[in-house]
T-cell receptor, first 111, second 114 residues
Framework: SQQGEEDPQALSIQEGENATMNCSYK?????LQWYRQNSGRGLVHLIL?????REKHSGRLRVTLDTSKKSSSLLITASRAADTASYFC???????????FGAGTTVTVRA | NAGVMQNPRHLVRRRGQEARLRCSPV?????VYWYRQLPEEGLKFMVY????????ESGMPKERFSAEFPKEGPSILRIQQVVRGDSAAYFC????????????FGEGSRLTVL
């Protein structure tokens, strides 16, 4: 089934640094989304990028999408301690209607 | 502006008992999705429902698991005769239509089977 795979599995950075994580997927998609999950909580939608888009920004977030490589990246600039969370990419394949999630990247921002 | 409400947040059951998890979607949303998350893993799709209809249950085990989304009331995920392997966090999400945009997630129901 369609599923994203995030890389790296875990990331530890100093406050103020940038955090970059990647997502690869297997088949053609309608769109790709990124979600954040704080420990013990539900998922919160961060950003959606459509298959015909290459880059999108939202505040300190920058997402890129390369459909030829079937990959996406999420960049968090000027990280804060509050950015400590797990980040998941999710894809919905063409002709499908459910989101498939990767295993996530756990980001720890050290103060 | 209530989001997706799930209850109970925590549920402890002994092997062989039944677990019933409830999900009230965002007001006006008619599409509900259930996902399961094991520790340190991503979310695995279980079932997709619209009001009174199961659209896709391909991710749900054939036995012991059932889901419904009645015309009135919350969506229910029911697990009969629970086993230790059912211990997980179960998340409900809703959307106003078929997934073409974001899903709105609840805080999850954490099931522990003793």
């Amino acid at each position: 089934s369609q599923q994203g795979e995030e890389d790296p599995q875990a990331l530890s950075i100093q406050e103020g640094e940038n955090a970059t994580m990647n997502c690869s997927y297997k088949t053609s998609i309608n769109n790709l989304q990124w979600y954040r999950q704080n420990s013990g909580r539900g998922l919160v939608h961060l950003i959606l990028i459509r298959s015909n888009e290459r880059e999108k920004h939202s505040g300190r977030l920058r997402v890129t999408l390369d459909t030829s490589k079937k990959s996406s990246s999420l960049l968090i600039t000027a990280s804060r301690a509050a950015d400590t969370a797990s980040y998941f990419c999710a894809t919905d394949a063409k002709n499908d209607y459910k989101l498939s999630f990767g295993a996530g990247t756990t980001v720890t921002v050290r103060a | 502006n209530a989001g997706v409400m799930q209850n109970p947040r925590h549920l402890v059951r002994r092997r062989g008992q039944e677990a019933r998890l409830r999900c009230s979607p965002v007001k006006g949303h008619s599409h509900v999705y259930w996902y399961r998350q094991l520790p340190e893993e991503g979310l695995k799709f279980m079932v997709y429902l619209q009001k009174e209809n199961i659209i896709d249950e391909s991710g749900m085990p054939k036995e012991r698991f059932s889901a419904e989304f009645p015309k009135e009331g919350p969506s229910i995920l029911r697990i009969q005769q629970v086993v230790r392997g059912d211990s997980a966090a179960y998340f409900c999400a809703s959307s106003p239509g078929q997934t073409d945009g974001e899903l709105f997630f609840g805080e999850g129901s954490r099931l522990t089977v003793l």
